[in-house]
């Protein structure tokens, strides 16, 4: 099925998008609209264009695909499925999501990953291609957030104030040297060969998206943040 979102507002948009029984659906002409495919699931969305405010918010098993950019809060509190963004996400990407994963070509704006969680059986990942602006997974309470740095920008003078208040999960960073401003109360070593295993699969999963060589990827220099045993955040957060 293909809706066409030119002139729609985004309650007319998702209504459609809701009430169809098609289990694949493209949208074109998509411009700003908010909340597509919230809370949404058992489908197929591509989006031709670019879509508003929390796109796939709550979202729970829907594979979306955005050929173009995307604005604010993608993925806000999601719970299961796939967000595939073939350009760039604005800020607060993943905004306290629970489960599946985002996977960003390009670049993300501030805050992404902020209050992202993890819980018995979901595990939230983030994989963004560029780099992330500041206070990238803020209060971080669990799942792992990769930043791989492909592009001309370099992650250190782009996440200033990285993992403020994260208490829980991890950061890859795909980098020669650590962010500015890191908190004291993360701790940040250089990964080792056992670290880029857990990492591989999410490498992969991004290199079939964008098309890019998953071994090329893997071969750099990467950084893993996590809290530490003195995190006063962590304590406040979680049960010893």
Known sequence: MIIDAKGLDFQE?????????????????????????????NKTVTINGVPGN???????????????NAQDATGDTMNDGR??????????????????????QRNAGYRAGIHMKAYQDKFPVIVIGGVAGSFLGEYQAG??????GLYEDRIEDNCNFCATGMHGGKIFLRTENLPHNLPRQVTAREATLE????IEPFVEEFAAEFECDKDKILDHKYYVLSPNSQNPYKQLYTRN
Request: glycine letters at 14%; one cysteine or more.
């Open 13 to 41: 948009l998702n209504r459609q998008l809701r009430e169809t029984a098609e289990k694949a659906v493209t949208i074109d002409h998509c411009l700003g609209q908010r909340f597509i495919a919230s809370g949404l699931s």
């Open 143 to 148: 799942g792992l957030i990769l930043v791989l």
């Open 54 to 68: 929390a796109l796939g918010s709550y979202l729970d098993g829907v594979r979306l695909v955005v050929n173009g």
């Open 195 to 198: 670290d880029l295993k857990e």
């Open 83 to 104: 967000i595939v963004i073939h350009g760039s996400s604005g800020d607060a990407t993943g905004y306290a999501m629970r489960g599946g994963h985002i996977l960003v």
